[in-house]
């Protein structure tokens, strides 16, 4: 193991952490947890704390690492399937579950890559991002027109240009004539039910329509 995995080791692994396993172990044995469980919850705990302390290594970005526990899913799916002799549709929910997770990991890689970008690397995202919010705080308190907006704001135009642009993807922002307008949103229950759920089918799709985009999954 590389010196990363074991500095992200030794800060998880403390006398906390000794008792607390320790604990959960005592609690099954008194409960006469059979042997083939017992080893099963131990297993998927080390599977599931090796998975959060690579990931804190390496900085893996948060995709990747609950496709390392979702794999989980898929090994119980399958051993549901072929060991046990009950209904399939928990296995097979198991399986279906982790292996989206898997597919949102590898797209996410493929596109992103499966690390989280240094600061210095990411900092001009960064600072576009502040500056994106800056630009629409702006335009919360009254409408302006693009040469108003960097007038009020001193930011470089590409910049700008970008908050601007970006803005209006989202549908946050529309121009009316030459002045730039917050979208006033319906804040009732029906209309935040449905902003729900379209966030919702475009979190489960993101797979799938990452393909379509611009190559990046934030888009």
């Given at each position: 193991m590389?010196?990363?995995?074991?500095d992200?080791l030794?800060?998880?692994?403390?006398?906390?952490?000794?008792?607390g396993?320790?604990?959960v172990?005592?609690?099954?044995?008194?409960f006469?947890?059979s042997?083939?469980?017992l080893?099963?919850?131990l297993?998927v705990a080390?599977?599931?704390?090796?998975t959060?302390?690579v990931?804190?290594a390496?900085?893996l970005?948060d995709?990747?690492e609950?496709?390392?526990?979702?794999?989980?899913?898929?090994?119980?799916g399958?051993?549901?399937?072929?060991?046990?002799?009950?209904?399939?549709?928990?296995?097979?929910?198991l399986?279906?579950?982790?292996?989206w997770?898997?597919?949102?990991a590898?797209?996410?890689i493929?596109h992103?890559?499966?690390?989280?970008?240094?600061d210095?690397?990411?900092?001009?995202?960064?600072y576009?991002?502040?500056?994106?919010s800056?630009?629409?705080?702006t335009l919360?308190d009254?409408p302006?027109?693009r040469?108003?907006?960097?007038e009020?704001?001193?930011?470089?135009e590409p910049?700008?240009?970008?908050?601007?642009?970006?803005?209006r993807?989202?549908e946050?922002?529309?121009?009316?004539?030459?002045?730039?307008r917050?979208?006033?949103?319906d804040?009732?229950?029906?209309a935040?039910?449905?902003?729900?759920?379209?966030?919702?089918?475009?979190?489960?799709?993101?797979?799938?329509?990452?393909e379509l985009s611009?190559g990046?999954?934030?888009?």
């Amino acid at each position: 193991m590389s010196h990363r995995v074991l500095d992200a080791l030794r800060t998880r692994c403390n006398g906390s952490t000794v008792l607390g396993v320790a604990v959960v172990v005592a609690v099954l044995w008194v409960f006469d947890v059979s042997p083939t469980s017992l080893a099963t919850t131990l297993m998927v705990a080390g599977i599931t704390g090796t998975t959060s302390v690579v990931a804190d290594a390496y900085d893996l970005r948060d995709s990747v690492e609950r496709a390392g526990i979702a794999s989980l899913g898929i090994f119980y799916g399958v051993s549901g399937v072929v060991l046990e002799d009950e209904p399939v549709w928990l296995p097979a929910g198991l399986f279906a579950l982790g292996g989206w997770f898997v597919l949102d990991a590898v797209q996410t890689i493929r596109h992103d890559g499966a690390t989280v970008p240094d600061d210095d690397r990411d900092g001009d995202e960064v600072y576009q991002s502040y500056v994106t919010s800056r630009v629409h705080e702006t335009l919360q308190d009254e409408p302006h027109t693009r040469r108003e907006l960097g007038e009020h704001l001193a930011i470089e135009e590409p910049y700008l240009d970008t908050a601007v642009a970006r803005l209006r993807d989202r549908e946050a922002v529309v121009k009316r004539g030459s002045e730039l307008r917050v979208v006033e949103r319906d804040t009732g229950w029906w209309a935040s039910s449905r902003r729900w759920l379209a966030r919702f089918v475009g979190r489960i799709s993101r797979p799938v329509t990452i393909e379509l985009s611009d190559g990046s999954s934030d888009s």
